[in-house]
């Protein structure tokens, strides 16, 4: 079935980039996303990328998607104390057309000063 | 900037209660969710409802679960006779239109079954 793995824990230190990894197996995905969950906070959507894309840059953030893969990425740069935050990959359920989203498991981002 | 909210932010209860997880999804949205988290697992999507009927659920959603939208903006998720397992938080969300670009997730309501 569907299924989104990610690596549980990431430490950088303050300036640096960070490169968070994602895996995922629905090949009919068409939009995968990524999230950032503060303590105590909702899931926030970061940016997303259309399956046709391989590339977005946002900002400080550049979204990289294989899909012969499947794989995504998300790269901050010059990484800042307040991205320190759980970060999730999913992926829109590409064969359902409810809009259901797959997470992954997420990856803690540590940034030392 | 309009958001998604959902009350209470923390919910106690004893097992075999009935608790109801109430969510004001963004006025103009059309497509709801419920999505739960145990500590330390992945963010389960549970269930989606549009036009006010289930569209799809997940093998979670079994038949202590139900939603409902019983006045046109509140969201509302009922587990009718919670069990230890159902300790998680809860998230709801809103989209306007199943395929687009953002769903929108509230701040979460923790459920701790005692």
């Known amino acids: 079935g569907e299924d989104v793995e990610q690596s549980l824990f990431l430490s950088v230190r303050e300036g640096d980039s960070s490169v968070i990894n994602c895996t995922y197996t629905?090949?009919?995905?068409?939009?995968l996303y990524w999230y950032k969950q503060e303590p105590g906070a909702g899931l926030q959507l970061l940016t997303y990328i259309f399956s046709n894309m391989d590339m977005k840059q946002d900002q400080r953030l550049t979204v990289l998607l294989n899909k012969k893969d499947k794989h995504l990425s998300l790269r901050i740069a010059d990484t800042q104390t307040g991205d320190s935050a759980i970060y999730f990959c999913a992926e829109n359920g590409g064969s359902s057309n409810t809009g259901k989203l797959i997470f992954g498991q997420g990856t803690t981002l540590q940034v030392k000063p | 900037e309009p958001e998604v909210t959902q009350t209470p932010s923390h919910q106690v209860t004893q097992m075999g209660q009935e608790v109801i997880l109430r969510c004001v999804p963004i006025s103009n949205h059309l497509y709801f969710y419920w999505y739960r988290q145990i500590l330390g697992q992945k963010v389960e999507f549970l269930v989606s409802f549009y036009n006010n009927e289930i569209s799809e659920k997940s093998e979670i959603f079994d038949d202590q679960f139900s939603v409902e939208r019983p006045d046109g903006s509140n969201f509302t998720l009922k587990i009718r006779s919670t069990k230890l397992e159902d300790s998680a938080m809860y998230f709801c969300a809103s989209n306007k239109a199943e395929r687009r670009t953002e769903a929108f997730f509230g701040q979460g309501t923790r459920l701790t079954v005692v």
């Open positions: 629905d090949s009919s995905s068409t939009y």
